[in-house]
């Protein structure tokens, strides 16, 4: 595994640790970027280190390179001086070096690939992590608007389960009950309370102010034309159907049956 892949690795532990213990969200994300910038700063000592060696197995290779070019150098000067001996064993140390030039060549080479894979991930961490922290805001809003949801639905569930709608029923017949039960009292205070044959003439004294009202009507319907001038007043009234000197009739007996009563 990568060093990268290592610190993402990491880096997702620390993060699924942190939803799963989260209260509040937007602590959480801050936590979140401070790790993540903590992750990044390792990632770029990692890669450094990584540049760092590549350089010097390519310091390795151009020494060996050089150490071959010197022998060689050597090797045609013996020749130029006859010292055949001398020149081979020159060309020995030529081949060596030059043999380990090619093996340190490729190991650097190799690096050097990983390196720059090592350079694109740790700019995709960095482009992520800038990213993340542009989403901060927005992610926090959501979260804040979830929140706000879950309140509306806990209460309305609330409302639902404690029958806060079916309590102002009952508060509403109790109330209705207290009126009619006020009524009643009225009533009975009305009916059973006080002098009875002054009641009884009261209510007979409006019947017969009722019955004045009749006789307005009727006067006034005649000013209006309505009605012929002069016409009995024996017409039945309105709303009542009796004739007018009925009503008065009916009046005077009661006024007369409650005299013989007392």
């Not at 509040?24 to 990044?40: A, H, S, T």
């Not at 800038?130 to 979260?143: D, G």
């Not at 608007?145 to 639902?160: G, H, K, L, N, V």
């Given at each position: 595994?990568?060093?990268?892949?290592?610190?993402?690795?990491?880096?997702?532990?620390?993060?699924?640790?942190?939803?799963?213990k989260?209260?509040?969200?937007?602590?959480?994300?801050?936590?979140?970027?401070?790790?993540?910038?903590?992750?990044?700063?390792?990632?770029?000592?990692?890669?450094?280190?990584?540049?760092?060696?590549?350089?010097?197995?390519?310091?390795?290779?151009?020494?060996?390179?050089?150490?071959?070019?010197?022998?060689?150098?050597?090797?045609?000067?013996?020749?130029?001086?006859?010292?055949?001996?001398?020149?081979?064993?020159?060309?020995?140390?030529?081949?060596e070096?030059?043999?380990?030039?090619?093996?340190?060549e490729?190991?650097?080479?190799?690096?050097?690939?990983?390196?720059?894979?090592?350079?694109?991930?740790?700019?995709?961490?960095?482009?992520?992590?800038?990213?993340?922290?542009?989403?901060?805001?927005?992610?926090?809003?959501?979260?804040?608007?979830?929140?706000?949801?879950?309140?509306?639905?806990?209460t309305?569930?609330?409302?639902?389960?404690?029958?806060?709608?079916?309590?102002?029923?009952?508060?509403?017949?109790?109330?209705?009950?207290?009126?009619?039960?006020?009524?009643?009292?009225?009533?009975?205070?009305?009916?059973?309370?006080?002098?009875?044959?002054?009641?009884?003439f009261?209510?007979?004294?409006?019947?017969?102010?009722?019955v004045?009202?009749?006789?307005?009507l009727?006067?006034?319907?005649?000013?209006?034309?309505?009605?012929?001038?002069?016409?009995?007043?024996?017409?039945?009234q309105?709303?009542?159907?009796?004739?007018q000197n009925?009503?008065?009739?009916?009046?005077?007996?009661d006024i007369?049956?409650?005299?013989?009563?007392?």
């Amino acid at each position: 595994m990568g060093i990268l892949d290592r610190l993402s690795s990491l880096l997702k532990s620390n993060i699924n640790d942190l939803i799963s213990k989260a209260e509040d969200p937007e602590k959480m994300l801050n936590q979140i970027l401070v790790d993540m910038k903590g992750q990044l700063v390792k990632a770029k000592q990692q890669v450094a280190s990584a540049i760092a060696d590549e350089k010097r197995l390519r310091d390795q290779v151009d020494q060996e390179y050089r150490q071959a070019q010197d022998w060689e150098k050597r090797a045609m000067l013996a020749v130029q001086e006859g010292r055949d001996d001398l020149a081979k064993q020159a060309l020995v140390r030529h081949g060596e070096h030059m043999s380990h030039g090619q093996t340190l060549e490729a190991t650097w080479e190799s690096h050097r690939m990983e390196t720059e894979k090592l350079k694109n991930s740790l700019r995709d961490l960095n482009d992520k992590i800038e990213e993340a922290k542009r989403k901060k805001n927005l992610l926090i809003a959501r979260q804040r608007r979830a929140q706000a949801q879950q309140r509306i639905a806990e209460t309305m569930s609330s409302m639902s389960e404690n029958s806060a709608f079916e309590a102002f029923s009952r508060m509403e017949e109790r109330i209705v009950s207290t009126e009619k039960r006020i009524q009643a009292s009225a009533e009975i205070d009305e009916e059973f309370t006080g002098d009875k044959l002054a009641n009884d003439f009261k209510r007979l004294e409006k019947s017969a102010g009722a019955v004045g009202v009749d006789q307005q009507l009727l006067a006034l319907k005649q000013k209006m034309g309505m009605l012929p001038a002069g016409a009995p007043q024996t017409n039945r009234q309105l709303g009542t159907g009796a004739p007018q000197n009925a009503r008065e009739e009916t009046v005077h007996a009661d006024i007369e049956d409650l005299k013989d009563e007392t």
